[in-house]
């Protein structure tokens, strides 16, 4: 039976529940190994990452001479990362920082404006700014993106920074209600937004959509569990359907938890409408917070469906970017339940198959996993090392997997990216006769872009992240100074 494109069933609410083979290639080896683990049941999904050319007589594996990670970036950039990271890890210096953008966030003081105050912007842009951003023209940001891939990244996942901040009560901070022409407004100016954001990206890239920035109506239908209304579906078809013109993907950003149900639905209701033409490939991404405690009873609905529908699953897994503002109740009681609900999750998606946490639905227990897409979002490295274990293992035992790239927002944990750059480089180097499979992982970059006023609230999330990780983040702080020392020691 066909299913309508914005059919609900169980999907338009939010419920938070109470809470052998020796490993081919040697990119691993230039990672601190991880602990040993138990060997897992594999999947049956190819990934287009890995060479699979029969092995022949083998030399010895040729000698790993790693470099530290973060030699890849400039002395300017290392810099300036290490004074924000400091001021994160210090409360002294965090908390009047928070406050402080948050009064800039919310004022409509021209003067607390950095789009018409240039005093403001000068100093916004060459720091918080500069570390989180892509740029705020079309010129800027292809010349940020060109030099991380540059550096090695595969891709970057680019964003239109324009979003709106939802209050107590599930209005928009702005408070009003807007007329027609108004409505029309707010989604022609988040459409021409993104498209150009499209334009930006390139064959691989992902492009990732905050629908908070259409406007208060589209607010108001998220908040409300609605369709999307007619100018604003024709604006998310139209950006679909470019993007699959131009061969990249669509991510649909989480938000906070009072619009979140919605976004869920209309995640869904396009996924259905893309996600069935290529197959084993998704065109629209959904995004879900493994800090919530909801999370894998929502992925295990959407996993029915789409199993349900023949449709690919595609799924990128955060820790959560709402923390300042979703209520505590609705997240895990400690960050180690966090990070167990993580790598629960996504093991169980690389491997395409329920464990303890991500359990199927009663009564659909003989189901079988859709296919999936992943983009593992993590600033983790113990997550990040899990993963990478799981996917040389599968390649050693020659398993299918599935199709899935590693993802870090810019500015942070760019000790972790960097070891996933120097794997994937080391795993190319090895691509000399005699040929062996070798898992090459991808990984990109998160960037947003637009004006400096438009990338506050992006740049407040940053900042609370920060405070609500600092153990994370004094860890990049120390992999930052480590880096510094060496520099001016070998000087």
Same mark, same amino acid.
């Given at each position: 039976? =066909?299913?309508?494109?914005?059919?609900?069933?169980?999907?338009?609410?939010?419920?938070?529940?109470?809470?052998?083979? @020796?490993?081919?290639?040697?990119?691993?080896?230039?990672?601190?190994?991880?602990?040993?683990?138990?060997? *897992?049941?594999?999947?049956? %999904?190819?990934?287009?990452?890995?060479?699979?050319?029969?092995?022949?007589?083998?030399? =010895?594996?040729?000698?790993?001479?790693?470099?530290?990670? &973060?030699?890849?970036?400039?002395?300017?950039?290392?810099?300036?990362?290490?004074?924000? @990271?400091?001021?994160?890890?210090?409360?002294?210096?965090?908390?009047?920082? &928070?406050?402080?953008?948050?009064?800039?966030?919310?004022?409509?003081?021209?003067?607390?404006?950095?789009?018409?105050?240039?005093?403001?912007?000068?100093?916004?842009?060459?720091?918080?700014?500069?570390?989180?951003?892509?740029?705020?023209?079309?010129? /800027?940001?292809?010349? @940020? #993106?060109?030099?991380?891939?540059?550096?090695?990244?595969?891709?970057?996942?680019?964003?239109?920074?324009?979003?709106?901040?939802?209050?107590?009560?599930?209005?928009?901070?702005?408070?009003?209600?807007?007329?027609?022409?108004?409505?029309?407004?707010?989604?022609?100016?988040?459409?021409?937004?993104?498209?150009?954001?499209?334009?930006?990206?390139?064959?691989?890239?992902? !492009?990732?959509?905050?629908?908070?920035?259409?406007?208060?109506?589209?607010?108001?239908?998220? @908040?409300?569990?609605?369709?999307?209304?007619? !100018?604003?579906? /024709?604006?998310?078809?139209?950006?679909?359907?470019?993007?699959?013109?131009?061969?990249?993907?669509?991510?649909? +950003?989480?938000?906070?938890?009072?619009?979140? =149900?919605?976004? +869920?639905?209309?995640?869904?209701?396009?996924?259905?409408?893309?996600?069935?033409?290529?197959?084993?490939?998704?065109?629209? %991404?959904?995004?879900?917070?493994?800090?919530?405690?909801?999370?894998? =009873?929502?992925?295990?609905?959407?996993?029915?469906?789409?199993?349900?529908?023949?449709?690919?699953?595609? !799924?990128?897994?955060?820790?959560?970017?709402?923390?300042?503002?979703?209520?505590?109740? *609705?997240?895990?009681?400690?960050?180690?339940?966090?990070?167990?609900?993580?790598?629960?999750?996504?093991?169980?998606?690389?491997?395409?198959?329920?464990?303890?946490?991500?359990?199927?639905?009663?009564?659909?227990?003989?189901?079988?996993?859709?296919?999936?897409? &992943?983009?593992?979002?993590?600033?983790?490295?113990?997550?990040?090392?899990?993963?990478?274990?799981?996917?040389?293992?599968?390649?050693?035992?020659?398993?299918?997997?599935?199709?899935?790239? %590693?993802?870090?927002?810019?500015? #942070?944990?760019?000790?972790?990216?960097?070891? *996933?750059?120097?794997?994937?480089?080391?795993?190319?180097?090895?691509?000399?006769?005699? %040929?062996?499979?070798?898992?090459?992982?991808?990984?990109?970059?998160?960037?947003?872009?637009?004006? !400096?006023?438009?990338?506050?609230?992006?740049?407040?999330?940053?900042?609370?992240?920060?405070?609500?990780?600092?153990?994370?983040? /004094?860890?990049?702080?120390?992999?930052?100074?480590? /880096?510094?020392?060496?520099? *001016?020691?070998?000087?």
């Amino acid at each position: 039976m =066909a299913t309508s494109l914005w059919s609900t069933g169980a999907l338009c609410h939010f419920q938070p529940v109470v809470y052998k083979a @020796t490993v081919a290639g040697q990119a691993q080896q230039c990672i601190t190994q991880a602990p040993a683990r138990r060997r *897992l049941h594999q999947s049956n %999904y190819q990934s287009a990452t890995a060479t699979t050319i029969p092995p022949s007589s083998r030399p =010895a594996a040729p000698e790993c001479k790693s470099k530290p990670p &973060l030699s890849l970036f400039p002395l300017s950039t290392l810099l300036r990362s290490y004074c924000i @990271t400091s001021l994160s890890c210090s409360p002294i210096l965090l908390s009047p920082s &928070l406050s402080l953008l948050s009064t800039l966030v919310h004022s409509r003081s021209p003067l607390l404006n950095p789009d018409r105050n240039p005093l403001l912007r000068y100093a916004l842009k060459k720091t918080f700014y500069a570390q989180f951003c892509a740029g705020e023209n079309l010129a /800027e940001v292809r010349k @940020t #993106m060109a030099s991380l891939k540059d550096m090695g990244f595969e891709g970057v996942i680019l964003g239109y920074a324009k979003e709106v901040v939802v209050v107590e009560g599930g209005e928009s901070a702005e408070n009003e209600e807007p007329d027609a022409g108004t409505v029309e407004a707010e989604v022609t100016a988040w459409r021409k937004g993104t498209l150009e954001t499209v334009s930006l990206a390139q064959k691989g890239d992902y !492009v990732a959509l905050k629908f908070t920035g259409a406007g208060s109506r589209a607010l108001h239908e998220l @908040t409300n569990c609605l369709p999307p209304g007619k !100018v604003l579906k /024709e604006a998310i078809i139209e950006i679909c359907d470019f993007a699959k013109r131009r061969n990249v993907r669509i991510l649909f +950003d989480a938000e906070q938890t009072t619009v979140q =149900a919605g976004i +869920d639905m209309w995640t869904l209701a396009f996924q259905r409408k893309y996600n069935c033409e290529v197959p084993e490939q998704a065109l629209v %991404y959904g995004t879900y917070q493994a800090y919530l405690r909801s999370t894998p =009873a929502t992925l295990a609905r959407h996993i029915a469906v789409a199993w349900d529908e023949r449709f690919t699953l595609g !799924v990128k897994l955060v820790r959560g970017a709402y923390l300042g503002s979703d209520p505590r109740h *609705l997240f895990w009681s400690e960050k180690e339940d966090t990070d167990k609900a993580y790598n629960e999750i996504a093991e169980s998606l690389i491997q395409r198959r329920f464990n303890n946490l991500l359990k199927p639905l009663q009564g659909k227990e003989s189901r079988e996993f859709p296919d999936v897409n &992943l983009v593992l979002a993590s600033h983790n490295l113990k997550s990040v090392k899990q993963a990478m274990s799981i996917r040389k293992e599968q390649l050693a035992l020659d398993q299918k997997r599935i199709h899935m790239t %590693y993802g870090q927002l810019m500015g #942070m944990a760019d000790h972790v990216s960097c070891e *996933l750059i120097l794997a994937r480089k080391l795993a190319h180097d090895l691509q000399q006769p005699p %040929y062996e499979k070798r898992d090459t992982p991808m990984v990109h970059k998160y960037l947003v872009w637009g004006t !400096v006023g438009e990338c506050l609230k992006y740049l407040l999330r940053r900042a609370q992240e920060n405070r609500d990780a600092v153990v994370r983040t /004094e860890d990049a702080r120390l992999e930052l100074r480590k /880096e510094l020392v060496r520099r *001016l020691m070998r000087n």
